[in-house]
């Protein structure tokens, strides 16, 4: 994945060297989440969600291999990148929902966090390893072989999930059979459940706006390293190695986050991280727009990878540990619109603005944003709280 998404995003710089071009990458990769994933969390709640993964990731598979046919033939485009990758973002939508509903059946809730944190320090290995295994391989051999790759990549991940032990599915049953007002009734069902639970809809909402003001600017690293730090765009190598180093950054703070997160088993010390996590990541984009020197912002992408997997993956954590088995999908899905909706439809408007003035007056206006809004919500949420506490005692 890593490979092929350092290898879009020099592409499409080097196809067009457009902010919007770049940032309708991110939008389309992950836009579907925002109208597909309330989908996939019914989905997940209704069928067998190993079957869901395999067909989704086959069409994923085929899309690489895609993206790698018409970059041989010289026919790729920015319009071919942006309805390829919009695609996989579909496909996306509809599997991620599934993907993270299959891990309870595998450990137990005790364990939740442990779990989930080692999860994300493989999943940013990969992301420290893959862009630079991406940026040596488009330098050496071309962005057809980096698309190439990842197709196969994707063959070996079907292989595990047949070779999967998973307790037999259990279908849940709907009270509607009709399939459209069956998926509105069952929708609004966890949309209610979410957003009244007492602390789930609230750590939600400040995921989603850390996501939407701050997650989009790893998207812009091949812009970011060309307009601020002077990386040629025309120079293959030397800015596919500048993507590399910002997102292996990113990779290695994730790791030694995810690492330290692995040992919290105390719900209540995990809960006091996210804010603060959320509020490092918003000064950290902030920080990367104004560095003198690039070693300095590959310092600070580091910092904000750390920021990113304290919040994403404990708060992945706390809602797999508070909510209820049968609402798990369609929640886990509203998590997943803040996670990953949140970045794509940021990453349109910073892209659609950052075309008239630049990345930086968007990047910093987003990070400060994100901090005075969190910063809102949060001490409301604890004043509430504190006024309910007094008028029970």
């Known amino acids: 994945m890593w490979v092929q998404r350092v290898a879009l995003g020099v592409l499409m710089w080097k196809l067009t060297e457009s902010p919007f071009w770049v940032g309708m990458v991110a939008f389309a990769e992950a836009a579907p989440i925002i109208l597909l994933t309330p989908l996939g969390g019914v989905i997940a709640d209704l069928y067998d969600q190993r079957k869901v993964l395999i067909i989704c990731l086959s069409i994923s598979c085929l899309q690489s291999f895609m993206l790698c046919i018409l970059t041989v033939l010289d026919l790729i485009t920015p319009e071919w990148i942006v309805g390829l990758t919009l695609l996989t973002g579909i496909t996306f939508a509809i599997n991620q929902t599934a993907r993270l509903t299959m891990v309870p059946k595998m450990i137990p809730r005790d364990i939740l966090n442990p779990a989930i944190a080692l999860t994300a320090v493989i999943f940013n290995m990969a992301r420290f390893i893959g862009p630079f295994v991406g940026g040596w391989v488009v330098a050496e051999f071309g962005f057809a072989a980096a698309f190439g790759l990842n197709g196969v990549s994707f063959?070996?991940?079907?292989?595990?999930?047949?070779?999967?032990?998973?307790?037999?599915?259990?279908?849940?049953?709907?009270?509607?059979?009709?399939?459209?007002?069956?998926?509105?009734?069952?929708?609004?069902?966890g949309w209610k459940y979410t957003f009244t639970h007492p602390s789930i809809g609230v750590l939600i909402l400040m995921i989603a706006i850390g996501a939407f003001l701050v997650r989009p600017f790893p998207?812009?690293?091949?812009?970011?390293?060309?307009?601020?730090?002077?990386?040629?765009?025309?120079?293959?190598?030397?800015?596919?190695?500048?993507?590399?180093?910002?997102?292996?950054?990113?990779?290695?703070?994730?790791?030694?986050?995810?690492?330290?997160?692995?040992?919290?088993?105390?719900?209540?010390?995990?809960?006091?991280?996210?804010?603060?996590?959320?509020?490092?990541?918003?000064?950290?984009?902030?920080?990367?727009?104004?560095?003198?020197?690039?070693?300095?912002?590959?310092?600070?992408?580091?910092?904000?990878?750390?920021?990113?997997?304290?919040?994403?993956?404990?708060?992945?954590?706390?809602?797999?540990?508070?909510?209820?088995?049968?609402?798990?999908?369609?929640?886990?899905?509203?998590?997943?619109?803040?996670?990953?909706?949140?970045?794509?439809?940021?990453?349109?408007?910073?892209?659609?603005?950052?075309?008239?003035?630049?990345?930086?007056?968007?990047?910093?206006?987003?990070?400060?944003?994100?901090?005075?809004?969190?910063?809102?919500?949060?001490?409301?949420?604890?004043?509430?709280?504190?006024?309910?506490?007094?008028?029970?005692?």
């Open 155 to 189: 063959i070996s991940v079907l292989v595990a999930l047949m070779l999967l032990h998973l307790p037999p599915f259990v279908p849940r049953e709907r009270t509607e059979n009709h399939p459209f007002i069956g998926f509105v009734n069952d929708f609004t069902e």
């Open 219 to 393: 998207e812009f690293f091949a812009g970011i390293a060309d307009v601020i730090y002077g990386f040629d765009p025309q120079d293959e190598a030397a800015l596919a190695w500048s993507v590399a180093m910002l997102t292996g950054a990113m990779g290695i703070g994730s790791i030694l986050s995810g690492a330290w997160l692995a040992n919290i088993t105390d719900l209540n010390l995990l809960r006091s991280l996210i804010f603060p996590a959320i509020l490092v990541n918003a000064i950290s984009l902030i920080l990367l727009m104004i560095m003198p020197s690039f070693w300095l912002a590959v310092l600070v992408v580091g910092i904000s990878g750390m920021a990113q997997t304290i919040s994403g993956s404990g708060s992945q954590s706390l809602v797999q540990h508070d909510v209820e088995d049968e609402m798990r999908g369609r929640v886990l899905s509203l998590w997943s619109i803040a996670m990953r909706g949140g970045p794509a439809l940021g990453a349109l408007v910073m892209g659609l603005i950052a075309g008239y003035l630049g990345f930086t007056i968007p990047l910093i206006a987003g990070g400060i944003l994100s901090f005075a809004i969190v910063s809102a919500i949060y001490y409301r949420q604890r004043a509430n709280r504190d006024t309910t506490l007094s008028q029970e005692t």
